[in-house]
Nanobody, 124 residues
Framework: QVQLVESGGGLVQAGDSLRLSCAASGRALSGYAVGWFRQAPGKEREFVAAISWSVLSTDYADPVKGRFSISKNNAKNTVYLQMNSLKPEDTAVYYC?????????????????WGQGTQVTVSS
């Protein structure tokens, strides 16, 4: 079992930055792929970014490409999502998720383990 806990959300203004953390416990994330998803009010949950722990490949959704960056810290068993140039449309609950294997997917159905989410609110 893998337990995931997100942190780092908050209320910021447009143009500001935030760094979200996804701390894992229970198992080391080596051999896992980790994804970030978000869900805005009234909308379906959508893919944001993903990283393969062992292969170090990454993927980003088009709306965040060039503004968000996903990374990992092996020693802390933690994945980060650095969010720059935030926009009001980035407002959502952000979730991290993990799946066994080195391949990331954009579909949430592929991820077995989920965190509880952290709220990000960007004011204009």
């Amino acid at each position: 079992q893998v337990q995931l806990v997100e942190s780092g959300g908050g209320l910021v203004q447009a143009g500001d930055s935030l760094r979200l953390s996804c701390a894992a416990s229970g198992r080391a994330l080596s051999g896992y792929a980790v994804g970030w998803f978000r869900q805005a009010p009234g909308k379906e949950r959508e893919f944001v970014a993903a990283i393969s722990w062992s292969v170090l490949s990454t993927d980003y959704a088009d709306p965040v490409k060039g503004r968000f960056s996903i990374s990992k810290n092996n020693a802390k068993n933690t994945v980060y999502l650095q969010m720059n140039s935030l926009k009001p449309e980035d407002t959502a609950v952000y979730y991290c998720a993990a799946r066994g294997g080195s391949t990331w997917y954009r579909g949430e159905y592929a991820y077995r383990y989920w965190g509880q989410g952290t709220q990000v609110t960007v004011s204009s």
